[in-house]
Protein backbone atom coordinates (compact mmCIF):
# COMPACT_ATOMS: atom_id res chain seq x y z
CA UNK A 1 0.00 0.00 0.00
CA UNK A 2 1.15 3.58 -0.82
CA UNK A 3 0.82 7.10 1.14
CA UNK A 4 -2.36 7.11 -0.13
CA UNK A 5 -3.34 3.82 0.90
CA UNK A 6 -3.56 2.57 -2.91
CA UNK A 7 -2.61 -0.96 -3.92
CA UNK A 8 0.70 -0.42 -5.35
CA UNK A 9 1.33 -2.99 -8.45
CA UNK A 10 4.28 -4.15 -8.80
CA UNK A 11 5.03 -2.08 -11.96
CA UNK A 12 4.60 0.98 -9.42
CA UNK A 13 7.79 -0.11 -7.76
CA UNK A 14 9.41 -0.60 -10.56
CA UNK A 15 9.22 2.36 -12.20
CA UNK A 16 10.07 3.97 -9.19
CA UNK A 17 13.52 2.17 -8.50
CA UNK A 18 14.64 2.93 -12.13
CA UNK A 19 13.43 6.62 -12.03
CA UNK A 20 15.12 6.33 -8.46
CA UNK A 21 18.81 4.86 -9.30
CA UNK A 22 18.79 6.79 -12.81
CA UNK A 23 18.44 10.06 -11.11
CA UNK A 24 20.26 10.10 -7.62
CA UNK A 25 23.92 9.61 -8.63
CA UNK A 26 23.95 12.08 -11.97
CA UNK A 27 25.08 15.23 -9.54
CA UNK A 28 21.84 17.35 -10.99
CA UNK A 29 19.47 16.50 -8.58
CA UNK A 30 19.33 17.45 -4.70
CA UNK A 31 16.07 15.91 -4.06
CA UNK A 32 13.59 13.81 -5.73
CA UNK A 33 9.75 13.65 -4.71
CA UNK A 34 7.40 10.50 -6.02
CA UNK A 35 4.24 9.48 -5.26
CA UNK A 36 5.63 6.29 -4.79
CA UNK A 37 7.42 7.04 -1.34
CA UNK A 38 5.85 8.44 1.89
CA UNK A 39 9.31 10.21 2.19
CA UNK A 40 10.77 12.77 0.03
CA UNK A 41 13.65 10.72 -1.36
CA UNK A 42 17.44 12.95 -0.61
CA UNK A 43 20.56 12.47 -2.67
CA UNK A 44 23.06 9.80 -1.00
CA UNK A 45 25.90 11.09 0.37
CA UNK A 46 28.36 8.90 -1.78
CA UNK A 47 26.92 11.24 -4.74
CA UNK A 48 27.10 14.75 -5.57
CA UNK A 49 24.24 17.24 -5.24
CA UNK A 50 22.97 19.11 -7.80
CA UNK A 51 20.49 22.26 -7.73
CA UNK A 52 17.34 20.82 -9.13
CA UNK A 53 14.22 18.80 -7.66
CA UNK A 54 12.43 16.10 -9.82
CA UNK A 55 8.84 15.47 -8.64
CA UNK A 56 7.29 12.51 -9.95
CA UNK A 57 4.04 9.74 -10.38
CA UNK A 58 6.08 6.93 -11.74
CA UNK A 59 2.89 4.90 -13.40
CA UNK A 60 -0.13 6.88 -13.65
CA UNK A 61 -3.08 4.82 -13.83
CA UNK A 62 -1.61 1.47 -12.39
CA UNK A 63 -5.27 -0.05 -12.09
CA UNK A 64 -5.01 -0.05 -15.97
CA UNK A 65 -2.10 -1.67 -16.38
CA UNK A 66 -3.28 -5.30 -15.90
CA UNK A 67 -6.22 -4.16 -18.62
CA UNK A 68 -3.82 -3.43 -21.55
CA UNK A 69 -4.90 0.36 -21.27
CA UNK A 70 -2.53 3.06 -21.47
CA UNK A 71 -0.45 4.66 -18.58
CA UNK A 72 1.98 7.03 -18.12
CA UNK A 73 5.20 8.63 -15.98
CA UNK A 74 4.25 12.72 -15.21
CA UNK A 75 7.74 14.55 -13.89
CA UNK A 76 8.45 17.89 -13.04
CA UNK A 77 11.54 19.76 -12.67
CA UNK A 78 11.99 22.74 -10.38
CA UNK A 79 15.13 24.66 -9.46
CA UNK A 80 16.56 24.47 -5.46
CA UNK A 81 14.97 27.39 -3.50
CA UNK A 82 18.69 28.04 -1.52
CA UNK A 83 21.71 26.68 -2.58
CA UNK A 84 23.42 26.59 0.07
CA UNK A 85 21.30 24.74 1.59
CA UNK A 86 19.70 22.24 -1.28
CA UNK A 87 18.07 18.82 -0.67
CA UNK A 88 15.26 20.20 2.15
CA UNK A 89 11.60 19.27 1.50
CA UNK A 90 10.88 23.38 1.28
CA UNK A 91 12.96 23.07 -2.33
CA UNK A 92 10.04 20.85 -3.56
CA UNK A 93 6.91 23.13 -1.80
CA UNK A 94 7.19 25.53 -4.78
CA UNK A 95 4.46 26.73 -7.52
CA UNK A 96 4.07 24.42 -10.68
CA UNK A 97 4.71 28.40 -11.98
CA UNK A 98 8.01 28.30 -10.75
CA UNK A 99 8.41 24.46 -12.64
CA UNK A 100 11.37 24.99 -15.07
CA UNK A 101 10.33 21.73 -16.88
CA UNK A 102 7.50 19.18 -17.02
CA UNK A 103 6.16 16.54 -19.31
CA UNK A 104 5.22 13.05 -19.33
CA UNK A 105 5.60 10.11 -21.02
CA UNK A 106 2.54 7.77 -22.56
CA UNK A 107 2.76 4.17 -22.89
CA UNK A 108 0.24 3.24 -25.44
CA UNK A 109 -0.24 2.04 -28.97
CA UNK A 110 3.37 4.12 -29.10
CA UNK A 111 5.41 5.53 -26.38
CA UNK A 112 5.49 9.36 -26.49
CA UNK A 113 7.40 11.43 -24.32
CA UNK A 114 5.80 15.30 -24.45
CA UNK A 115 7.53 18.28 -22.49
CA UNK A 116 7.80 21.71 -21.97
CA UNK A 117 10.73 24.20 -20.70
CA UNK A 118 8.20 27.45 -20.86
CA UNK A 119 9.09 27.01 -24.52
CA UNK A 120 6.03 25.63 -26.41
CA UNK A 121 5.46 22.02 -25.38
CA UNK A 122 6.91 19.10 -27.72
CA UNK A 123 6.40 15.32 -28.32
CA UNK A 124 8.51 12.74 -29.28
CA UNK A 125 7.81 9.66 -30.56
CA UNK A 126 9.64 6.44 -30.01
CA UNK A 127 11.57 4.57 -32.33
CA UNK A 128 11.90 1.48 -30.50
CA UNK A 129 14.28 0.23 -33.75
CA UNK A 130 16.91 3.07 -32.92
CA UNK A 131 15.79 3.12 -28.88
CA UNK A 132 15.14 7.10 -29.85
CA UNK A 133 12.40 9.98 -29.21
CA UNK A 134 11.96 11.38 -32.47
CA UNK A 135 10.24 14.72 -32.52
CA UNK A 136 6.86 14.40 -34.23
CA UNK A 137 4.83 16.97 -32.72
CA UNK A 138 6.62 20.46 -32.59
CA UNK A 139 4.74 23.05 -30.72
CA UNK A 140 1.57 21.71 -29.75
CA UNK A 141 -1.40 23.63 -29.06
CA UNK A 142 -4.46 22.96 -27.80
CA UNK A 143 -7.33 22.97 -30.95
CA UNK A 144 -10.48 25.50 -30.72
CA UNK A 145 -13.32 24.12 -30.88
CA UNK A 146 -13.04 21.06 -28.03
CA UNK A 147 -13.98 18.21 -28.95
CA UNK A 148 -13.95 16.13 -25.88
CA UNK A 149 -14.77 16.16 -21.60
CA UNK A 150 -13.62 13.76 -19.72
CA UNK A 151 -14.70 12.75 -15.97
CA UNK A 152 -16.03 9.38 -14.27
CA UNK A 153 -19.52 10.78 -14.45
CA UNK A 154 -20.41 8.19 -11.83
CA UNK A 155 -19.43 10.43 -8.79
CA UNK A 156 -21.88 13.17 -10.10
CA UNK A 157 -23.76 12.71 -6.76
CA UNK A 158 -21.08 13.69 -5.00
CA UNK A 159 -19.82 17.06 -6.17
CA UNK A 160 -21.43 20.44 -5.37
CA UNK A 161 -24.00 21.87 -7.42
CA UNK A 162 -21.73 24.24 -8.93
CA UNK A 163 -19.86 21.28 -10.63
CA UNK A 164 -23.40 19.41 -11.20
CA UNK A 165 -24.46 22.24 -13.41
CA UNK A 166 -21.11 22.29 -15.26
CA UNK A 167 -21.41 18.46 -16.24
CA UNK A 168 -25.36 18.86 -17.12
CA UNK A 169 -24.06 22.16 -19.40
CA UNK A 170 -21.33 19.91 -20.64
CA UNK A 171 -23.76 16.95 -22.00
CA UNK A 172 -25.83 19.54 -23.65
CA UNK A 173 -28.86 20.29 -21.11
CA UNK A 174 -28.68 23.80 -22.10
CA UNK A 175 -29.32 26.30 -25.19
CA UNK A 176 -25.37 26.77 -24.78
CA UNK A 177 -23.71 24.08 -24.29
CA UNK A 178 -20.81 23.15 -26.24
CA UNK A 179 -20.58 20.16 -29.27
CA UNK A 180 -18.39 17.81 -27.05
CA UNK A 181 -18.03 13.96 -26.65
CA UNK A 182 -17.22 12.13 -23.57
CA UNK A 183 -14.16 9.97 -23.10
CA UNK A 184 -12.95 8.73 -19.81
CA UNK A 185 -9.78 6.25 -20.03
CA UNK A 186 -9.43 6.61 -16.52
CA UNK A 187 -5.78 7.14 -16.30
CA UNK A 188 -5.15 10.60 -16.44
CA UNK A 189 -2.01 10.90 -18.94
CA UNK A 190 -3.99 9.15 -21.08
CA UNK A 191 -7.23 11.48 -20.84
CA UNK A 192 -5.06 14.43 -20.96
CA UNK A 193 -2.89 13.61 -24.13
CA UNK A 194 -6.03 13.13 -26.08
CA UNK A 195 -7.21 16.51 -24.98
CA UNK A 196 -4.16 17.73 -25.94
CA UNK A 197 -4.20 16.83 -29.29
CA UNK A 198 -8.15 17.17 -30.26
CA UNK A 199 -9.10 19.88 -27.64
CA UNK A 200 -11.11 19.53 -24.38
CA UNK A 201 -11.54 19.47 -20.96
CA UNK A 202 -10.53 16.61 -17.63
CA UNK A 203 -12.14 17.46 -14.72
CA UNK A 204 -11.43 15.60 -11.44
CA UNK A 205 -13.92 17.63 -9.10
CA UNK A 206 -13.83 17.47 -5.32
CA UNK A 207 -16.46 15.50 -3.42
CA UNK A 208 -18.12 15.22 -0.04
CA UNK A 209 -15.86 12.97 1.12
CA UNK A 210 -12.46 13.70 -0.54
CA UNK A 211 -12.21 17.83 -0.26
CA UNK A 212 -9.63 18.49 -2.56
CA UNK A 213 -10.59 15.36 -4.94
CA UNK A 214 -7.90 12.66 -5.97
CA UNK A 215 -5.21 13.92 -7.98
CA UNK A 216 -1.94 15.14 -6.42
CA UNK A 217 -0.27 18.56 -6.75
CA UNK A 218 3.00 18.34 -6.89
CA UNK A 219 3.63 15.41 -9.34
CA UNK A 220 0.04 15.46 -11.34
CA UNK A 221 -2.09 18.57 -11.70
CA UNK A 222 1.01 20.53 -11.63
CA UNK A 223 3.27 19.23 -14.28
CA UNK A 224 -0.31 19.44 -16.32
CA UNK A 225 -1.23 22.62 -15.87
CA UNK A 226 2.60 23.67 -16.73
CA UNK A 227 2.22 22.42 -20.00
CA UNK A 228 -2.05 22.97 -20.80
CA UNK A 229 -0.45 26.74 -19.98
CA UNK A 230 2.12 26.02 -22.94
CA UNK A 231 -0.45 24.87 -25.25
CA UNK A 232 -2.77 27.87 -24.80
CA UNK A 233 -5.00 26.35 -21.97
CA UNK A 234 -5.61 26.42 -18.43
CA UNK A 235 -5.97 24.42 -15.53
CA UNK A 236 -7.78 25.22 -12.49
CA UNK A 237 -8.78 24.00 -8.87
CA UNK A 238 -12.45 25.44 -9.29
CA UNK A 239 -11.37 28.86 -8.29
CA UNK A 240 -7.57 29.70 -8.39
CA UNK A 241 -5.11 28.43 -10.91
CA UNK A 242 -3.45 25.23 -10.16
CA UNK A 243 -0.12 27.22 -11.25
CA UNK A 244 -0.18 29.78 -8.49
CA UNK A 245 -1.18 26.91 -6.08
CA UNK A 246 1.50 27.09 -3.07
CA UNK A 247 1.98 23.14 -2.14
CA UNK A 248 1.98 22.56 2.11
CA UNK A 249 2.72 19.07 1.73
CA UNK A 250 4.83 16.66 -0.92
CA UNK A 251 1.74 14.71 -1.29
CA UNK A 252 -1.22 16.95 -1.12
CA UNK A 253 -4.41 16.84 -3.29
CA UNK A 254 -6.31 19.18 -5.59
CA UNK A 255 -9.39 19.48 -7.56
CA UNK A 256 -8.04 19.36 -11.33
CA UNK A 257 -9.85 21.32 -14.16
CA UNK A 258 -7.35 21.21 -17.38
CA UNK A 259 -8.10 21.95 -21.04
CA UNK A 260 -9.39 24.74 -23.30
CA UNK A 261 -9.57 27.80 -21.16
CA UNK A 262 -13.20 29.04 -22.20
CA UNK A 263 -14.33 25.45 -20.79
CA UNK A 264 -12.80 25.68 -17.67
CA UNK A 265 -13.47 29.57 -17.17
CA UNK A 266 -16.89 28.27 -17.48
CA UNK A 267 -16.87 25.83 -14.60
CA UNK A 268 -15.32 28.62 -12.85
CA UNK A 269 -18.47 30.67 -13.08
CA UNK A 270 -20.38 28.03 -12.14
CA UNK A 271 -18.63 27.53 -9.19
CA UNK A 272 -18.52 31.35 -8.56
CA UNK A 273 -23.15 31.56 -9.44
CA UNK A 274 -23.17 28.43 -7.02
CA UNK A 275 -21.36 29.97 -3.91
CA UNK A 276 -23.05 33.66 -5.09
CA UNK A 277 -26.36 31.75 -4.54
CA UNK A 278 -25.41 30.26 -0.97
CA UNK A 279 -23.85 33.99 0.32
CA UNK A 280 -26.87 35.68 -0.61
P1 LIG B 1 -4.68 4.54 -10.41
O1 LIG B 1 -3.22 4.83 -10.48
O2 LIG B 1 -5.14 3.99 -9.08
O3 LIG B 1 -5.17 3.75 -11.58
O4 LIG B 1 -5.44 5.94 -10.49
C1 LIG B 1 -5.33 6.60 -11.70
C2 LIG B 1 -5.63 8.07 -11.40
O5 LIG B 1 -4.78 8.57 -10.46
C3 LIG B 1 -5.61 8.88 -12.67
O6 LIG B 1 -4.73 8.41 -13.61
C4 LIG B 1 -7.03 8.80 -13.17
O7 LIG B 1 -7.41 9.93 -13.91
C5 LIG B 1 -7.85 8.66 -11.90
O8 LIG B 1 -6.96 8.18 -10.89
C6 LIG B 1 -8.98 7.68 -12.06
O9 LIG B 1 -9.73 7.70 -10.88
P2 LIG B 1 -11.20 7.07 -10.81
O10 LIG B 1 -10.98 5.58 -10.95
O11 LIG B 1 -11.68 7.47 -9.45
O12 LIG B 1 -12.00 7.64 -11.91
Redesign the pocket.
Known sequence: MNIQG?TQQKLDIYAHDIVRKLCDHTGRLCLMVSEESEEVLTIPSRYPKGSYVLVFDPL?????IDVNVSIGTIFGIYHCVDYEQRGRVEDALQPARDLVAAGYVLYGASTMLVYSTGNGVHGFTLNPEYGEFLLSHPFMRLPEPPAYYSV?ASYYSRWSPGVQRFLDWLEGKSADSPNVSARYI???VA?FHRNLLRGGIFC?PAEGQRKDG??RLLYEAGPLAFLIEQAGGYASDGRRPILDIVPTHPHQRVALFVGNRALVERLEAFIRQEEGALAS
Not at 60 to 64: M, P, Q, R
Open positions: EDGSSNNGSLDYKL
